[in-house]
């Protein structure tokens, strides 16, 4: 059974940093895809960025492209997302998600091509 555990969220001031953590377990994480996923109070959640498993091709969206960068390390069975520059509309929680078919050749198609699901981190942009 694939589980994920995010970490790394919290506070920083407008432009500051952070890089957020994805642990997978139970699957070996060169077979999966990873996507991060925030979701903010009162809105919908929407995919940030993903890596593939293949290539490791890369998506962002254009609200982060230029600012974020997804990175994996299948040795340490980790996905990190570093957010630099972060602005006033980048807070909110946080999610890793992954499948095995997810992200290929570094295309988002959505998070209903994501089975497993972390519980999400904190991140908050405030002065």
């Known amino acids: 059974q694939v589980q994920l555990v995010e970490s790394g969220g919290g506070l920083v001031q407008p432009g500051g940093s952070l890089r957020l953590s994805c642990v997978v377990s139970g699957f070996t994480l060169e077979h999966l895809g990873i996507g991060w996923f925030r979701q903010a109070p009162g809105k919908d959640r929407e995919g940030v960025s993903c890596i593939g498993s293949i290539n490791g091709s890369t998506y962002y969206s254009d609200s982060v492209k230029g600012r974020f960068a997804i990175s994996r390390d299948n040795a340490e069975n980790t996905v990190y997302l570093q957010m630099n520059s972060l602005k006033p509309e980048d807070p909110g929680v946080y999610y890793c998600?992954?499948?095995?078919?997810?992200?290929?050749?570094?295309?988002?198609?959505?998070?209903?091509?994501?089975?497993?699901w972390g519980q999400g981190t904190q991140v908050t942009v405030s002065s």
């Open positions: 998600a992954a499948d095995v078919w997810a992200c290929g050749l570094g295309t988002y198609y959505g998070e209903s091509e994501y089975e497993h």
